[in-house]
């Protein structure tokens, strides 16, 4: 007995020596692998160029895939304020629960004399002079985030389109921003539009304790499309050309501050390895492909253009069926083999496991709170110049209506957020139920689903031309007269819209459960 005592402990000693020399092997390896990214698996950002659409808009987009973002949404007036006025900037601006609500206060820089109107999304995405942005969170390596400052993403967005007029002044006024007050979020990508250039821009924390941000913006070619999702792009940058390639002050210091790049080194300064990790993106490879499919490029890469040039100039209803895209028709359709009225790219872990379905993450995404693709034209009046095509919810399922700049409201469904919990007078879950919905037949009842979106949307655009004409009528005879105008089409368009997926989900549930 007391030997097989003797044995035991003498095993459970070797035992717990083995662990510990192993869970130290474990850490020391982990220590000396290099920084790691923030990882993202959010929204996704396409950007075109105004030779690159059919009409010679400019366009950018912002799948906020997110479930958690606000669901409300409204139209933040222009406004002049005194001298020596402060603003407050807020935190958690994006998940609150209306506009009654806009977040905590945690600090104040001072007032622009004036500030310019915008559609106030959870990421504002519009604003009167017809400046546009998307938005992918994109994460940069990890000791690059600071706390030091007030101003996180979303705020940015706001105080951007408050203060700019255009892509250029933008990325201006972003600058003395971050700079001034501090840049506290991860690594972001903001696609810019205006109605005659657009611009990619990424921005990053400039490390723990400090304060100011850095950043880099290329220009987008007119001809061409670009996408951001949730991955640092840009690569090499030629200051040489302020046409084409801005950056902050910072840009190649920083990096070599904090050991990320030695510019007495081999490598060349490459703004998407200096400060992030790149690995291979599927979304971005197939962006891009159905843009230039004669590229023929290989989807195992790890760096792919920033962008491309079309090889077929877009409409909006071309970008929309990019965010409607999972991989349809190559090998990494998940449903390309599958027979099953229940399959879908979005059933959760369990149900793809009943079905041997696998998954991979598409550019349209289930979680997608809000979707908004931009058109900028410098050929139109702003008002009428600068539409948001937004839909709630997964886009595939779900219709796009314009809102133009020039409006002062939005629906009242769209001002009542959904988060809390189920809502009847809440227009994103009009469109939510019936997404979700959707999943206990999709294979049938997205062929009526399908059926009604695509009728909303071809209606509105199939009116946008003639619409356009009488507001611009309107607007040269009278500014006001056309505000209402616009703003009153925006509402009704977006009311019947709602109503109409209200009265769907009825019918789905008659014609699917009443037998």
């Known amino acids: 007995m007391k030997r097989f005592k ?55 987009s912002h799948s906020c895939d997110s479930g958690t973002d606000r669901t409300w949404i409204n139209v933040v007036p222009h406004q002049k304020h005194s001298p020596g006025s402060m603003a407050k900037i807020y935190s958690r601006s994006k998940r ?82 971050t700079k001034e007050y501090g840049y506290i979020d991860t690594g972001e990508c903001f696609t810019f539009a205006d109605p005659k250039e657009t611009w ?11 304060k100011g941000a850095v950043w880099a913006a290329v220009r987008i070619p007119d001809d061409h499309v670009g996408v951001s999702a949730n991955a640092h792009r840009i690569q090499e940058i030629d200051l040489s050309k302020p046409d084409y390639y801005l950056a902050s002050d910072n840009v190649f210091s920083l990096a070599e501050e904090l050991g990320l790049w030695d510019p007495d080194g081999q490598e060349p300064f490459v703004f998407c390895h200096v400060y992030a990790n790149r690995r291979g993106n599927l979304r971005e ?15 195992k890469a790890i760096d792919y253009p920033l962008s ?37 790219y979005f059933l959760d872990s369990d149900m793809r496991q009943l079905l041997n379905i696998g998954r ?19 050929w139109l009046c702003d008002p009428v110049g600068g539409v948001v095509w937004l839909g709630y919810d997964n886009p595939i399922t779900t219709p796009h209506t314009p809102f133009y700049c020039g409006i002062t409201r939005m629906p009242d469904s769209y001002m009542v957020d959904g988060r809390r919990g189920y809502q009847d007078h809440c227009a994103w879950w009009a469109y939510r139920r019936v997404s979700k919905f959707a999943l206990f037949r999709w294979q049938d009842m ?6 009604t979106w695509q009728e909303i949307e071809d209606s509105a655009f ?39 997926y209200k009265k769907l989900y009825e019918e789905l549930v008659f014609k699917y459960y009443s037998r």
């Open 6 to 60: 003797s044995t035991q402990i003498n095993f459970w000693s070797w035992f717990i020596a083995l662990t510990f020399l192993l869970v130290i092997s474990h850490l020391s390896v982990v220590m000396a692998q290099p920084s790691r990214d923030i990882d993202t698996d959010g929204c996704t950002s396409v950007i075109v160029g105004r030779l690159a659409s059919v009409d010679g808009a400019t366009m950018t």
């Open 96 to 177: 609150t629960y209306g506009p009654e609500d806009p977040g905590t206060v945690i600090g104040e820089i001072p007032q622009a004399s004036e500030t310019y109107a915008y559609i106030n999304t959870a990421y504002a995405c519009m604003n009167e002079y017809q400046l546009a942005i998307g938005e992918t969170t994109c994460g940069g390596k990890r000791e690059l985030r600071s706390n030091e400052g007030i101003i996180d993403c979303p705020e940015l967005y706001r105080l951007v389109l408050e203060r700019a007029k255009t892509a250029r002044g933008a990325i201006k006024v972003a600058d003395e921003l």
């Open 200 to 210: 990619h821009f990424e921005i990053l924390g400039p490390g723990k304790g400090k």
């Open 285 to 299: 490879w197939r962006a891009l492909s159905l843009v230039a499919p004669s590229l023929k490029l290989d989807p």
């Open 308 to 344: 491309v040039k079309a090889e077929r100039k877009l409409s909006v209803k071309d970008v929309l069926a990019i965010f409607r895209d999972n991989y349809q028709g190559t090998e990494f359709d998940v449903l390309k083999d599958v027979d099953s009225p229940f399959a879908s």
């Open 360 to 378: 991979q993450r598409a550019i349209c995404c289930e979680r997608a709170t809000y979707l908004t693709v931009t058109q900028s034209r410098d």
């Open 446 to 451: 997205t062929k009526d689903i399908n059926k």
């Open 462 to 500: 199939a009116r946008q031309k003639e619409f356009e004409a009488k507001a611009v009528q309107f607007y040269n005879q009278n500014p006001q007269k056309c505000t209402e105008f616009l703003t009153q089409y925006s509402v009704d368009t977006a009311h019947q819209a709602v109503e109409a």
